[in-house]
């Protein structure tokens, strides 16, 4: 019954090995986000995509790329991976910004920088 | 977009009413007020949305002044499984879709 999987649920990477993170959704929702969360802080927006526009913020370090192959997956590539990238990271997916717009969010994928 | 400010953390008992309130002073004419609820290790959920007045679903009711520069939400008797963040966003109607998150109210219920 998931709507939004991310797998895997906790990764290890080492320090500088890329890694990535996948997200998929049987919403068919046109937006697809990805968060990174460190601890007691909130979600911070690193980019998203609507249907294959791609924005990111400003503030997103290049280190991060992302890849939406379709409407149903979202990747989230991290080039060199330092130990400050450890992190929650969060997907979610939405219909365009409206009124009674909702996002769901995946479980989250748990990187350990080693 | 409108910056959110809530209060840091709120301690309540079981079966009080809860009230956690976001300030928004530059809330413009096409956004609109969400909150999600997070709990540890798990992704944030929607509880609810409105624009003005108030809104009220199964789970909160959620109250907006006429001048839209706060927003609360209220959590009818409240359980240990309420234990949470919750989040104010404001985020504009056709704004590219922004979705951000503002520091979060920690809410710890006690028995």
């Known amino acids: 019954d998931a709507m939004v999987i991310q797998n895997p649920r906790y990764q290890v990477t080492q320090f500088g090995k890329p890694v990535t993170l996948s997200c998929s959704q049987t919403?068919?929702?046109?937006?697809m986000y990805w968060y990174q969360q460190k601890s007691s802080q909130a979600p911070k927006l690193l980019f998203h995509y609507y249907d294959k526009d791609f924005n990111n913020e400003a503030d997103t370090p290049d280190n991060f790329q992302s890849r939406r192959p379709n409407t149903s997956f979202c990747f989230l590539d991290i080039r060199s991976p330092g130990l400050g990238d450890a992190a929650m990271y969060l997907c979610?997916?939405?219909?365009?910004?409206?009124?009674?717009?909702?996002?769901?969010f995946g479980q989250g994928t748990r990187l350990t920088v080693v | 977009l409108a910056k959110t400010t809530q209060p840091i953390s709120m301690d309540s008992y079981e079966g009080q009413e809860v009230n956690i309130t976001c300030s928004h002073n530059?809330?413009?004419?096409?956004?609109?007020i969400t909150w999600y609820q997070q709990f540890p290790s798990q992704g944030p959920r929607f509880i609810i949305q409105g624009y003005k007045t108030k809104v009220t679903n199964e789970v909160a009711s959620l109250f907006i002044p006429a001048d839209r520069k706060s927003s609360t939400l209220s959590l009818p008797r409240v359980s240990l499984s309420d234990t949470a963040v919750y989040y104010c966003l404001v985020d504009r109607y056709n704004a590219g879709n922004m979705l951000t998150f503002g520091g979060g109210t920690r809410l710890m219920v006690k028995p």
């Open positions: 919403l068919n929702h046109n937006v």
């Open positions: 979610a997916t939405s219909r365009p910004q409206g009124e009674n717009t909702e996002a769901f």
């Open positions: 530059n809330i413009a004419t096409n956004d609109y």
